[in-house]
Every structure is written in structure tokens, then in C-alpha cells.
């Protein structure tokens, strides 16, 4: 297991890795160039660690998943990670799903070979299920926007640099009454994660759902893909934004993938050059 996803009780690469690992930059401040910048930057580290010493009092951190004392904050205790299924390699490289064993880089799926998606690939954190399923359950259903971050640097890292190659970021939209029902789009707000960590624009409306769907859950994968057909389309003022571009489009969970082929097919019709689908969790078992 790579270091950078290990849980907060161990030690982090320190430098970007750190931040991207965490979603919270925890270095000290850069010395200031010049005469007495050494001190200066000395004061500011020490007031810093001043006032994060307060917050912790007032606010100690806390397990994001059980609610346990951890050591910092947006982390999980080694209970709660224990429970994570990470999805890393070997896994196909269209769809994303994991491989019991390793068949060489570049393998694929049988599901991708006979059934190849709109979009170029899947990336996603883990398996949904113990942790996973809780995280995206409290971001969805209880109003825990401050997961957020946390799960983006997840994502971040599982998308492994496709990200930060990426011309824009683009979340899976809800309709006007769902938003205002929902109060809030938890995948704009993993996308709005994203785009501070990564420094790719977020288009917040250039996608939008034109038509008021069912909820997916409990419905069968034909049904699925009937209920979300026709169901996106781009904006006027989101076609300049999204032609020519590779957009990574956002979601918190892939099921069967109804939605975000729907959701790429009208990426593809404005014109996107290339879609890339990121989640945190995915519902699948091992393959092979």
C-alpha cells in the first residue's frame, strides 16, 4: 500500500504529495527571502501552530467515518480504514474495475470489449461499501458538505494525473427540484473540491439535467439507462467552454453507469474532445 494512503496515524511524504494525500496543507511556511525573513517565517509557523492548537480545543479532530478522536483532522481512524476497499491496480483500464490478479498493463474488461462506453475511462477510490458507502451516504443524505475535500483528495489521487491534464471539470448536474429540494449537489461539491486541489476550472452549469428523472436507486440497469436518456444537455454558454476540451465529469457513486454515459453523450454531442469519468465509489466485485 503506497504511504500516501495509508490513515492518519502514519506518517505522509511531506511536499505535494502530503497535501494532495490529506486535502489539507500542513507544511510549515516558506521562509521569507530577504534580512530577517528566517524569523519572520519562524513567527508565522509558530502563530499558525497557535491557532491551529486553538481550533483543535474548541474543534479535535475526529474520525470522519465513526467519530472516534483522531490524531488530525479529515481523516479516518485504522477501525474505519480497515473497511476501505481501495480500488488500485491491477483493474481495466476502460471501466476501471478490479482484477483479481494481474494480466499485464492495458487489459480490458469483457464488459468494455462488448460493451465500450462513451467515455474514455473510469477512475474511481474504492468499493461501495463499509467506509466508502458511509462517507458518500453523510455527504448525500446528511448534509456533510465537509466531506468533501477529504474524499476529493481521494479522488485526486486515484485519478492518477488525469486531473491535472484535464481541461475542465464538470460535475454530474440534479435537477432544479432535486437542487432545491437536495439544497445542495453533492457531486459539484466533490468537483468544487477538486478544482481548488488540482487548479482546473470548475464548469458549474455548462451541464445541466433538462428533464426531471426518477431516483436511479432500485432500478435495474434497463430502467436506468431509460430513466436518463435525453436526460443532460449543454448549455448555450457552455459549448464554447466544453468543444475541443477533455472534461473529467464528477460523480459520487457509478452503479451500472447509466448516468454518466447520458451525462458524457452530451458532453460528446457539444463537441468535448474527450470525457474522462471520475467517482469516489463504485458498486462492482472483483472480476478475475
Keep these: 500500500m503506497d504511504d500516501e494512503w495509508q490513515p492518519v496515524e502514519t506518517t505522509h511524504r511531506m511536499g ?4 494532495v494525500a490529506t486535502g489539507i496543507d500542513v507544511d510549515a511556511v516558506d521562509p521569507v527571502p530577504g534580512r530577517g525573513g ?32 483522531v490524531q488530525r483532522h479529515a481523516a479516518v481512524c485504522p477501525a474505519c480504514w480497515a473497511s476501505l476497499r481501495l480500488i488500485e491496480r491491477p483493474f481495466c483500464e476502460v471501466l476501471g474495475v478490479p482484477f483479481s490478479h494481474d494480466l499485464g498493463r492495458g487489459i480490458l ?20 461499501t463499509g467506509i466508502a458507502r458511509d462517507l458518500v451516504h453523510a455527504l448525500r443524505y446528511t448534509d456533510r458538505t465537509d466531506l468533501a475535500p477529504m474524499m476529493a483528495a481521494w479522488m485526486l489521487r486515484a485519478g492518477e494525473g488525469v486531473v491535472e491534464a484535464a481541461d ?16 445542495f ?10 478544482a481548488r486541489l488540482s487548479g482546473r476550472p470548475m464548469l458549474a452549469t455548462a ?14 440497469a434497463t430502467q436506468r439507462q431509460d430513466n436518463v436518456r435525453g436526460a443532460f444537455t449543454v448549455t ?20 451500472t453507469g447509466a448516468t454518466v454515459a447520458a451525462a458524457t453523450r452530451a458532453l460528446k454531442r457539444a463537441g468535448a474532445r474527450e470525457v474522462t469519468v471520475l467517482t469516489f465509489a463504485r458498486a462492482v466485485t472483483v472480476l478475475i
Design 185 to 194: 449537489n453533492q457531486s459539484a461539491e466533490l468537483a468544487r473540491a477538486l
Design 236 to 255: 448555450e454558454a457552455g459549448r464554447s467552454l466544453v468543444f475541443g476540451r477533455h472534461i473529467v465529469l464528477v460523480d459520487d457513486v457509478y452503479t
Design 168 to 183: 475542465a471539470i464538470v460535475p454530474v448536474p440534479l435537477h432544479k427540484y432535486r437542487l432545491w429540494s437536495r439544497r
Design 207 to 220: 451541464l445541466v439535467r433538462q428533464r426531471r428523472t426518477a431516483r436511479q436507486v432500485g432500478l435495474g
Design 16 to 19: 505535494a504529495e502530503r497535501r
Design 109 to 128: 474488461s469483457a464488459d468494455a470489449i462488448a460493451n465500450p462506453p462513451p467515455f474514455a475511462r473510469l477512475r474511481s477510490v474504492a468499493i461501495h
Design 38 to 69: 528566517a524569523l519572520r517565517a519562524s513567527l508565522a509557523a509558530w502563530l499558525l501552530a497557535a491557532a491551529r492548537g486553538a481550533a483543535d480545543l474548541l474543534f479535535p479532530p475526529v474520525c470522519r467515518g465513526c467519530g472516534r478522536f
